[in-house]
């Protein structure tokens, strides 16, 4: 191998830092008008009047679309266990169709016009009168009223080994501790946009979104079209995180709009309407109890959690997850209860689970090292595990943590620390020094591709996966160019338009691993073609053999692009997926180390130092993983010292819609962060990948927080960590 590995430039670096790349609301075309949301401002009701004469004579205005006047639509598919696309809607409402609020932000009117000026002042004028009903919005107010999740094969509602509870009461040293996380928002780069336009029945939407295939399916379904009428382009997404995952109002409407308009629309949601029509991250409310002989062996692990959904929908936020996996103990118990809210349904965010469970779990396994006077990686040492800790059978595909620890403790300079609370001190500066485990399951997804061999010598990959800053397509011209055995500058990848062969989600970090699979198997075809070609014509390298057979190119096809072709491939998947998953666990892992300075009169709190070492299977490319893990410690950053959404608890509404009053950690707020990788391919994946996207942000909250009670004494248990919580 000659380029995986390799610290490439992204090939499409050049075209970002230009300009030239287009995102979705940067596309133009004749008559093209600008749509405005109005959202609703009461969390459960009807819609008992609509005032629009008033907007209406704002000049410009095109149409104002309400429930009175909308085109019908049909609604979002059911929920099911074998219903793949009911996880790619973001709510169950079907919008404009009824006078129903669920939320209080729900769009409940689109304002179409010739300027996104007229259209925001028009929108302003819009005035409703509700019924109001009972609504249920204050998270904490329903604690007492949690219910058991849902079972299901992707959310499972909990595991149990042994009896957690009766091992807890009788352990040597034991704690039974209360964590609590915030909701939080998704603030990418790039709020969502559409452009969505209809040529007769057929539209074509340019949208900023993660899940090129499941939109076309979608928007086909949505507005009874054939799926191959739909076209929807992403070549540029600008940040994702998991919030452009599922179809959020904003897309819908502006297909709507355009529909009933006749005009192409253009809907970028302002950073307000972000917040009030794309679902973030649930709260939590967290019970970790651990229980311990004196030598740190656990006898008891107990993680509950308490989440939320919203009542029109919302996703099961796997908190307990990682105390399934990482710790061996004869007794474990994990729960999911939620409680169903008036509020726009919680969805997807960077390493949903992971990243706020692993914030009591890694907190509560520092403050059992305190209570039993044992180093907090000595302590995570004695309770490793090679096999799932819950079953006693399954294996780790690739499990590295002890070698992760020695590594990143030796970078860090761990072990020249005094694990005395609060002992040193520089200046005004209480320092401290902590550390938390990272996990992120590595799932796979099937995926179509062509690899197309030109008798030029140039190689084309087409492949309608996502690329949302990370290096997607350069990670896959990567590994064509090893598997074929050009050079790298020899492919191109065409991605982003759901003309292209089916691709996965860009979510759950299976990408790259999903992709390579397909690819290389692609090459290799490509590879035995080359050869029966060569038997017949001779022929040294591939442009040779081309020529002498005289054609144009050869071409290597995965999957069938057919409605049913891409249905029976996903079903053929299934069962190597569930095989799979019987005998391994497979994911990828880090530690974190973190370094914080506390301001011992003012409590303010600066991340001084970091060093994470990560376990992604084979690394691709060197730059692009570790910017990868880097941005995901940055938004664990955020988690850790600075976000949290506020939901006024009378009536749902989101009080902090603005990157002024929701904070997120800022250039000043970052210390260099420095990142390894073991770099060791997983032994079952293809390539070796075990998936990148999101082990970074997992256990940076612990982190932080053990830091900062190893600096000031004081463990903060309610993120984020904020100074008046120190004072
Ligand atoms: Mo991820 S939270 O599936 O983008």
Redesign the pocket.
Not at 205 to 226: C, E
Not at 534 to 554: C, F, Q, W, Y
């Given at each position: 191998m000659t380029t995986i590995g390799q610290p490439l430039d992204r090939v499409d670096g050049n075209v970002k830092t230009t300009g030239a790349a287009k995102f979705a609301a940067e596309h133009f075309y004749p008559g093209l008008t600008h749509a405005v949301l109005v959202h609703a401002t009461i969390s459960r009701g009807r819609i008992a009047a609509l005032h629009t004469d008033e907007a209406s004579a704002v000049p410009g205005v095109v149409a104002i679309l309400t429930h009175l006047n909308a085109l019908p639509m049909k609604p979002a598919p059911k929920p099911g266990p074998f219903n793949l696309t009911s996880l790619f809607s973001g709510t169950s409402v079907n919008y404009l169709q009824s006078d129903e609020v669920h939320w209080e932000g729900q769009p409940i009117a689109v304002v179409v016009a010739e300027t996104s000026s007229a259209a925001r002042e028009a929108a302003a004028l819009v005035h409703a009168e509700y019924t109001v009903m009972k609504s249920v919005v204050d998270f904490e107010g329903a604690e007492e009223d949690a219910q058991p999740q849902p079972n299901n094969s992707f959310f499972p509602r909990g595991a149990k080994r042994g009896d957690a509870e009766a091992a807890l009461a009788t352990a040597q040293v034991s704690l039974d501790l209360r964590y609590t996380t915030p909701p939080h928002n998704h603030n990418a780069l790039e709020p969502h946009a559409t452009t969505a336009v209809w040529d007769g029945d057929r539209l074509t939407v340019h949208d900023a979104t993660?899940s090129i295939d499941w939109f076309r399916t979608h928007l086909a379904l949505r507005f009874s079209v054939p799926m191959t009428n739909v076209r929807v382009l992403a070549p540029f997404v600008g940040g994702?995180?998991?919030g452009k995952?599922a179809m959020w109002p904003g897309t819908i409407l502006a297909a709507l709009a355009a529909r009933a308009t006749s005009r192409p629309v253009r809907l970028a949601l302002s950073r307000e309407a972000v917040y009030r029509t794309v679902g973030g991250r649930t709260p939590s409310i967290q019970r970790l109890a651990l229980g311990a002989d004196r030598d740190g062996r656990l006898t008891s692990l107990v993680h509950t959690s308490v989440t939320r959904t919203g009542k029109v929908g919302g996703h099961f936020e796997q908190v307990t997850s990682p105390s399934s996996h990482l710790y061996a103990s004869e007794n474990i118990l994990t729960r999911h209860d939620i409680v169903r809210l008036d509020l726009v349904p919680n969805h997807?965010?960077?390493?949903?689970g992971e990243s706020i469970g692993t914030f009591a779990l890694e907190s509560a396994l520092d403050e059992l090292a305190y209570e039993l006077g044992m180093d907090p990686i000595e302590l995570r040492l004695r309770n490793e595990t090679a096999v799932d800790p819950i079953d006693g059978k399954k294996k780790f595909s690739h499990r590295k943590l002890p070698e992760m620890y020695a590594l990143g403790a030796e970078r860090f300079g761990w072990h020249d620390r005094n694990p005395e609370p609060r002992s040193t001190r520089d200046g005004r500066w209480l320092v401290g020094t902590g550390m938390a485990t990272a996990f992120h399951p590595g799932l796979s997804t099937p995926v179509n591709v062509t690899v197309r061999l030109s008798a030029d010598g140039s190689v084309l990959v087409r492949c309608a996966f996502q690329e949302m800053g990370m290096g997607a397509a350069t990670a896959q011209a990567q590994i064509t160019a090893d598997a074929l055995g050009v050079p790298f500058d020899a492919v191109r990848v065409e991605y982003g338009d759901s003309e292209l062969p089916m691709g996965p989600a860009?979510?759950?970090?299976v990408q790259t691993a999903s992709t390579a699979a397909s690819v290389t198997q692609a090459c290799e075809e490509l590879k035995q073609t080359l050869k029966s070609m060569a038997r017949k014509t001779g022929g040294d390298s591939n442009e040779e053999i081309l020529r002498r057979a005289k054609v144009p190119h050869v071409e290597a096809v995965i999957g069938s692009e057919s409605r049913l072709g891409r249905i029976a491939g996903r079903i053929r998947f299934l069962p190597k997926f569930m095989r799979e998953g019987q005998r391994w666990i497979k994911a990828a892992s880090g530690v974190q180390f973190c370094e914080v300075r506390v301001d011992a009169e003012t409590g303010e709190t600066r991340v001084s130092r970091w060093v994470g070492v990560f376990d992604i299977g084979r690394v691709i490319n060197a730059k692009t993983a570790a910017s990868q893990v880097r941005g995901g410690i940055v938004m664990g950053l955020g988690l850790a010292m600075a976000e949290e959404t506020l939901v006024d608890p009378r009536n749902g509404r989101i009080m902090n819609p603005s990157l002024a009053e929701y904070h997120v950690p800022v250039h000043a707020d970052i210390p260099p962060i420095d990142v390894s990788f073991l770099d060791d391919p997983d032994p079952t994946t293809p390539l070796g990948i075990l998936g990148a996207?999101?082990v970074g942000v997992v256990g940076v909250g612990a982190a932080v927080a053990n830091a900062v009670y190893h600096a000031t004494g004081r463990r903060v248990r309610d993120l984020p960590i904020t100074l008046d919580k120190l004072l």
């Amino acid at each position: 191998m000659t380029t995986i590995g390799q610290p490439l430039d992204r090939v499409d670096g050049n075209v970002k830092t230009t300009g030239a790349a287009k995102f979705a609301a940067e596309h133009f075309y004749p008559g093209l008008t600008h749509a405005v949301l109005v959202h609703a401002t009461i969390s459960r009701g009807r819609i008992a009047a609509l005032h629009t004469d008033e907007a209406s004579a704002v000049p410009g205005v095109v149409a104002i679309l309400t429930h009175l006047n909308a085109l019908p639509m049909k609604p979002a598919p059911k929920p099911g266990p074998f219903n793949l696309t009911s996880l790619f809607s973001g709510t169950s409402v079907n919008y404009l169709q009824s006078d129903e609020v669920h939320w209080e932000g729900q769009p409940i009117a689109v304002v179409v016009a010739e300027t996104s000026s007229a259209a925001r002042e028009a929108a302003a004028l819009v005035h409703a009168e509700y019924t109001v009903m009972k609504s249920v919005v204050d998270f904490e107010g329903a604690e007492e009223d949690a219910q058991p999740q849902p079972n299901n094969s992707f959310f499972p509602r909990g595991a149990k080994r042994g009896d957690a509870e009766a091992a807890l009461a009788t352990a040597q040293v034991s704690l039974d501790l209360r964590y609590t996380t915030p909701p939080h928002n998704h603030n990418a780069l790039e709020p969502h946009a559409t452009t969505a336009v209809w040529d007769g029945d057929r539209l074509t939407v340019h949208d900023a979104t993660q899940s090129i295939d499941w939109f076309r399916t979608h928007l086909a379904l949505r507005f009874s079209v054939p799926m191959t009428n739909v076209r929807v382009l992403a070549p540029f997404v600008g940040g994702a995180f998991g919030g452009k995952f599922a179809m959020w109002p904003g897309t819908i409407l502006a297909a709507l709009a355009a529909r009933a308009t006749s005009r192409p629309v253009r809907l970028a949601l302002s950073r307000e309407a972000v917040y009030r029509t794309v679902g973030g991250r649930t709260p939590s409310i967290q019970r970790l109890a651990l229980g311990a002989d004196r030598d740190g062996r656990l006898t008891s692990l107990v993680h509950t959690s308490v989440t939320r959904t919203g009542k029109v929908g919302g996703h099961f936020e796997q908190v307990t997850s990682p105390s399934s996996h990482l710790y061996a103990s004869e007794n474990i118990l994990t729960r999911h209860d939620i409680v169903r809210l008036d509020l726009v349904p919680n969805h997807f965010m960077r390493a949903p689970g992971e990243s706020i469970g692993t914030f009591a779990l890694e907190s509560a396994l520092d403050e059992l090292a305190y209570e039993l006077g044992m180093d907090p990686i000595e302590l995570r040492l004695r309770n490793e595990t090679a096999v799932d800790p819950i079953d006693g059978k399954k294996k780790f595909s690739h499990r590295k943590l002890p070698e992760m620890y020695a590594l990143g403790a030796e970078r860090f300079g761990w072990h020249d620390r005094n694990p005395e609370p609060r002992s040193t001190r520089d200046g005004r500066w209480l320092v401290g020094t902590g550390m938390a485990t990272a996990f992120h399951p590595g799932l796979s997804t099937p995926v179509n591709v062509t690899v197309r061999l030109s008798a030029d010598g140039s190689v084309l990959v087409r492949c309608a996966f996502q690329e949302m800053g990370m290096g997607a397509a350069t990670a896959q011209a990567q590994i064509t160019a090893d598997a074929l055995g050009v050079p790298f500058d020899a492919v191109r990848v065409e991605y982003g338009d759901s003309e292209l062969p089916m691709g996965p989600a860009a979510g759950v970090s299976v990408q790259t691993a999903s992709t390579a699979a397909s690819v290389t198997q692609a090459c290799e075809e490509l590879k035995q073609t080359l050869k029966s070609m060569a038997r017949k014509t001779g022929g040294d390298s591939n442009e040779e053999i081309l020529r002498r057979a005289k054609v144009p190119h050869v071409e290597a096809v995965i999957g069938s692009e057919s409605r049913l072709g891409r249905i029976a491939g996903r079903i053929r998947f299934l069962p190597k997926f569930m095989r799979e998953g019987q005998r391994w666990i497979k994911a990828a892992s880090g530690v974190q180390f973190c370094e914080v300075r506390v301001d011992a009169e003012t409590g303010e709190t600066r991340v001084s130092r970091w060093v994470g070492v990560f376990d992604i299977g084979r690394v691709i490319n060197a730059k692009t993983a570790a910017s990868q893990v880097r941005g995901g410690i940055v938004m664990g950053l955020g988690l850790a010292m600075a976000e949290e959404t506020l939901v006024d608890p009378r009536n749902g509404r989101i009080m902090n819609p603005s990157l002024a009053e929701y904070h997120v950690p800022v250039h000043a707020d970052i210390p260099p962060i420095d990142v390894s990788f073991l770099d060791d391919p997983d032994p079952t994946t293809p390539l070796g990948i075990l998936g990148a996207g999101e082990v970074g942000v997992v256990g940076v909250g612990a982190a932080v927080a053990n830091a900062v009670y190893h600096a000031t004494g004081r463990r903060v248990r309610d993120l984020p960590i904020t100074l008046d919580k120190l004072l």
